[in-house]
C-alpha cells in the first residue's frame, strides 16, 4: 500500500511539474531569449501587479536588473501600477519605492501619454494580463499607448498573455461611433476571443491608429484557444481588486453590464463580485427557480442571501442567486444578465432596475457599445427583442480576428 501511495503522489508531482510549464507567458520568452530587443534601449515599462514571470517575479524587477536594458520608467493604467487604486479612480503619478523609477499615470488627468512622459523613450513596453471583455480599460490603455507610439515614432513591445476566456468565445455588436469611450474605445465585440498582443496586431493591421505601429509581439509557448485559464497551469494575479482569482475572470463579462446600475447587486462589495445577482425586493428561492426554468446551456442557480459591506445594497440583506458555470464551453456569457433582468421583470413588475436607473443609462449605452440594446430590451423586457442586435457581428469579426491569431 505504501509502494501504490508513493507512486501516485509521483505521478501527482510529475503532472503538476508538467502543469507549471504548459504555458509560457511573453516575459518568459523575452527572458529566455536575452532580452534582446531591448538591449542598449531606453525603456518604458506599461504594467501593474499581473506583470509578472512564471514565479511571480516583477516585470518591473525583471527589466529593471536585465543587463544592458536601461528601464527609465513606468505607466499605469487603471487601478495603478501598484494596483492599489480601486475601479474608476483616478490614479496619480508618483516615484516607484522599489526602483526610484518615475511613474506616469495613464488613468488620471491623461490617459495618452504626453510628449513629456515618452522624452527620451526607445521602446514601449506592455505588459498586463486582461480578462476578455472590451470594457475592461486594459486594452483602451494598449490602443492609447500605441497611438502615442505612432506619432513619437516608438517602438512597441507587447508580451502577450492569456485570454482567461480562451480564444474561442465571441459575443456581442461592434462598437458604434456615438458610444466609442474608455469602456469602448475599440470597436470590437464585448467578448472579442483575442490575446493583448492580436488585439494589438488587429489595432495596427485594421488602420484604427492612425498610422503604422512600429509593432512586436513576444508570443506564448504552449498557449492554446481552448484553453481556459486553469488550463495554463499559470498563478493568477488579481487583475482588479474585485478579481481576485482567476475564476471570477468570466463573470465579469456574464454580469458587468447590468452591475452598472445602481438597483441591484451584483456581489461587489461582498465576497462573490460578479457572481450574484439580488436585491432587496427579491425572493431568492423564487428568483432561482425562474432562472433555472429558463435551461439556460452551462448555468445552474441557487438562492442566496447576504449583506454587502459596501457599493450596492450596502448594510442591507439582499436575496438573489449565485450563478454557477456548469459547462463553459456550452455557457453564454453576456445573455444570462440580460435574462435576469428578463425574470426580474416577470416576476416582480413593480421594480424595473434598468428602467428606473435612467441616470446609469448612457453608462450602460458604452459598455454595450450602442443605444440599440437598452432600448430593444426595454420595450418588452425580453431579451429576445435586443439579442438578435446584439449578436449581428459576431461572425463577420471572427472572419476578421482569424487574420490575425497568433495561436491555433
Not at 178 to 192: A, E, G, L, R
Request: hydrophobic share 40%; net charge positive.
Amino acid at each position: 500500500m505504501k509502494r501504490i501511495l508513493f507512486f501516485l503522489t509521483c505521478l501527482c508531482l510529475v503532472a503538476s511539474g508538467c502543469l507549471a510549464n504548459r504555458v509560457k507567458t511573453g516575459i518568459e520568452v523575452l527572458k529566455a531569449d536575452g532580452f534582446k530587443q531591448l538591449q542598449g534601449k531606453r525603456v518604458g515599462l506599461v504594467t501593474n501587479p499581473t506583470g509578472v514571470d512564471n514565479n511571480l517575479v516583477s516585470d518591473i524587477d525583471i527589466l529593471h536588473n536585465a543587463p544592458n536594458v536601461k528601464l527609465v520608467a513606468l505607466y499605469g493604467p487603471e487601478h495603478g501600477v501598484r494596483g492599489s487604486a480601486h475601479a474608476g479612480a483616478a490614479v496619480e503619478g508618483n516615484t516607484d519605492a522599489r526602483t526610484g523609477l518615475p511613474v506616469y499615470s495613464l488613468y488620471g488627468k491623461t490617459r495618452v501619454p504626453t510628449d513629456d512622459m515618452l522624452k527620451g523613450i526607445d521602446i514601449l513596453v506592455y505588459d498586463i494580463q486582461d480578462v476578455g471583455c472590451r470594457s475592461f480599460t486594459y486594452i483602451s490603455t494598449l490602443y492609447n499607448i500605441m497611438r502615442a507610439a505612432v506619432k513619437h515614432n516608438i517602438k512597441v513591445v507587447v508580451l502577450d498573455r492569456p485570454n482567461p476566456l480562451g480564444g474561442e468565445k465571441i459575443e456581442g455588436n461592434l462598437v458604434e461611433d456615438d458610444c466609442v469611450s474608455f469602456v469602448s474605445q475599440i470597436k470590437i465585440p464585448y467578448v472579442y476571443g483575442l490575446t493583448p498582443g492580436e488585439v494589438a496586431l488587429l489595432l495596427n493591421g485594421e488602420n484604427m491608429l492612425g498610422g503604422k505601429c512600429d509593432l512586436s509581439v513576444v508570443k506564448m509557448k504552449g498557449w492554446k484557444r481552448r484553453m481556459t485559464y486553469a488550463d495554463t497551469g499559470l498563478p493568477w494575479v488579481l487583475s482588479s481588486p474585485h478579481i481576485p482569482e482567476a475564476s471570477t475572470a468570466p463573470f465579469y463579462s456574464i454580469t458587468g453590464i447590468i452591475g452598472e446600475l445602481n438597483t441591484i447587486s451584483i456581489g461587489v462589495g461582498y465576497t462573490l463580485p460578479f457572481k450574484l445577482i439580488g436585491a432587496e425586493w427579491v425572493k431568492a428561492q423564487e428568483f432561482a427557480d425562474a432562472m433555472n426554468a429558463l435551461h439556460l446551456p452551462g448555468y445552474t442557480f441557487r438562492p442566496i442571501f447576504y449583506t454587502p459591506y459596501y457599493a450596492a445594497g450596502k448594510g442591507k440583506e439582499l436575496q438573489g442567486v449565485q450563478v454557477y458555470i456548469t459547462d463553459y464551453k456550452r455557457a453564454s456569457l453576456c445573455d444570462l444578465q440580460w435574462y435576469a433582468l428578463q425574470e426580474l421583470y416577470r416576476l416582480y413588475p413593480d421594480h424595473d432596475p434598468m428602467g428606473e436607473d435612467t441616470k446609469r443609462w448612457a453608462m450602460i449605452d458604452k459598455v454595450c457599445g450602442s443605444h440599440q440594446i437598452r432600448t430593444l430590451f426595454l420595450k418588452n423586457h425580453r431579451w429576445a427583442d435586443a439579442k438578435p442586435y446584439w449578436d449581428k457581428d459576431v461572425e463577420s469579426f471572427r472572419r476578421l480576428a482569424k487574420k490575425y491569431y497568433l495561436y491555433k
